[in-house]
């Protein structure tokens, strides 16, 4: 049977590259994915699959019911693009200014489609039943997957699975890792209120921009200082706006940054060390404050006995050495709202096999190897089979 519906897998690549290179073509930004929301219930409808939309704002899920009684699996995909220009020279290129798939998402979601069209046909062999989700606003907090999941998606879920395509990964090799592989990702904004005044007359002002530098010196001794050594923690400020004269102490200065961890203990005290810093030394030199605190994706739990099913699975399906351990990220994933809901886990199909597909993610030339979908379906349909076949 399973080489059969891979069969059909491989008859059916090039549809997939087609719709990969699609929706690459019209990338859509998080929380605006209308016409791709639209694209892809036409090809699951297409196949026979029922399909709910609007779930969560975008989203949308393909079920497919098999002919037996059995477990329910879900597979995720997501499909927004980021606000970065496409500077590739492909034929595919994206169509829409300053908007590209940058990370993937065009991929994960054609790949998928490739999957719920193959077992589409084999219903009648299998005991249970697919959720095929397709998830919205992966790129920006508080993201599309809490939102599906409010909404009751996943009640009746035995196990929940996702992959990410990798452009810093060999075509042909997967990644698998049990525990916490991606982190917590908060975001913060703060405002210093100083007063402002004439640059030759400090005495007379309280300089926004003299503090918010010790803020940013501050924050940065949170991990060194602030952190047992042996966790992981990251405080980053990403912008100091501040001023428009050069002889102007600007009354103003807005800090923007991001927090990052995987202990939830060590996430809370960062946040408390941080509000504690800027209160302390504002209040020193006599300025108040406003912070504005974001607490965005958890971090993602890979959860060790799934895990370890979908290791030896896939290391039948592509062989030991083609088996790497997934190397913890300090990145963040909104996948992690599901696996805290359900048991299962989080992958990485490697994608790079030129200098043109080994671009970073976010980089305004990333592409992949296209052959990487083919690997992913594989892979889901090796999972599927596990336990629905």
């Known amino acids: 049977m399973l080489n059969e519906i891979k069969e059909k897998l491989e008859m059916n690549f090039s549809d997939v590259v087609n719709w990969r290179r699609h929706m690459h073509q019209h990338p859509e930004l998080s929380f605006q994915e209308t016409k791709t929301a ?32 059995g477990k329910t699996l879900a597979l995720r995909a997501d499909f927004d693009g980021l606000p970065i220009h496409d500077e590739k020279d492909v034929p595919y290129k994206s169509q829409t200014p300053g908007v590209m798939h940058a990370c993937g998402h065009d991929g994960h979601s054609a790949a998928l489609l490739g999957t719920a069209q193959a077992l589409s046909q084999f219903c009648e062999h299998m005991n249970g039943s697919i959720l095929f989700i397709f998830q919205p606003a992966e790129e920006t907090p508080p993201g599309g997957a809490k939102f599906m ?45 100083g007063k402002g005044g004439h640059g030759a007359r400090p005495q007379d002002s309280v300089d926004s921009i003299v503090i918010g530098s010790e803020v940013v010196s501050g924050l940065q001794k949170i991990v060194s200082r602030g952190t047992d050594p042996l966790q992981s923690a990251v405080v980053t400020i990403g912008v100091f706006q501040a001023g428009s004269a050069f002889n102007v102490i600007a009354d103003k200065a807005t800090l923007e940054g991001t927090v990052r961890t995987f202990d939830g203990d060590v996430r809370l005290a960062t946040e408390m060390q941080i509000r504690r810093i800027v209160e302390g030394i504002t209040s020193a030199y006599g300025a108040s404050y406003y912070i504005d605190y974001l607490n965005g994706y958890p971090a993602l739990y890979n959860h060790p006995e799934e895990t370890e099913v979908v290791r030896s699975l896939l290391t039948q399906e592509f062989s030991e050495e083609n088996m790497i351990d997934m190397v913890p990220t300090m990145g963040a994933e909104d996948f992690s709202y599901f696996l805290l809901e359900k048991p299962g886990t989080y992958f990485r199909v490697g994608a790079q096999s030129s200098e043109e597909t080994s671009y970073p993610h976010h980089h305004p030339k990333f592409d992949i190897d296209e052959r990487a979908l083919l690997n992913l379906e594989k892979a889901f349909v090796k999972i599927v089979a596990h336990y629905l076949f």
């Open 149 to 193: 999941i409010e909404e009751g998606i996943l009640e009746g879920v035995d196990y929940v699975f996702g992959a990410h395509l990798g452009s810093q990964i060999p075509l042909g090799k997967i990644a698998v890792g049990e525990g916490y592989q991606m982190a917590a990702v908060d975001k913060f904004k703060i405002e210093i209120r």
């Open 38 to 69: 639209l694209y892809i219930k036409e090809k699951l409808t297409s196949f026979g699959i029922e399909v709910k939309t609007n779930i969560g704002g975008n989203g949308l899920v393909g079920i497919l019911r098999g002919d037996k009684p």
